[in-house]
Nanobody, 129 residues
Framework: VQLQASGGGLVQAGGSLRLSCVAS????????MGWFRQAPGKEREFVAG????????FYGDSVKGRFTISRDNAKNTVYLQMNSLKSEDTAVYLC???????????????????????WGQGTEVTVSS
């Protein structure tokens, strides 16, 4: 499986960006997909996750109400719409795919890094204040 994230860039505080992650090499539509982020010197943080049919969507506490995750199985793509961006959202954003757990019961489970089997290389988001 290969995951290719894109859409990052430099944006002013209060602005918006949409990230995309395209998956190849496996049947994408049945797997759980997640977005994480990692800022310099910080732990990798769960941002959002979505099940194959959109029935299990979870968000990290710091992005609730501002970010929206979605997916288009026909395009093997998962999106992250980021609105009302803040300087603290500055990080490298990575997408990830989970094969074994396809419907996590809680946000805590969805946000567990070891749940994911494949990771993309990341796309950098910088929010200027």
């Amino acid at each position: 499986v290969q995951l290719q994230a894109s859409g990052g860039g430099l944006v002013q505080a209060g602005g918006s960006l949409r990230l995309s992650c395209v998956a190849s090499g496996r049947t994408f539509s049945t797997y759980y997909m997640g977005w994480f982020r990692q800022a310099p010197g910080k732990e990798r943080e769960f941002v959002a996750g979505v099940s194959w049919n959109g029935g299990k969507i979870f968000y990290g506490d710091s992005v609730k109400g501002r970010f929206t995750i979605s997916r288009d199985n026909a395009k093997n793509t998962v999106y992250l719409q980021m609105n009302s961006l803040k300087s603290e959202d500055t990080a490298v954003y990575l997408c990830a795919l989970a094969q074994k757990i396809r419907s996590p019961p809680t946000a805590a489970v969805a946000g567990t890094k070891r749940m994911y089997d494949y990771w993309g290389q990341g796309t950098e988001v910088t929010v200027s204040s």
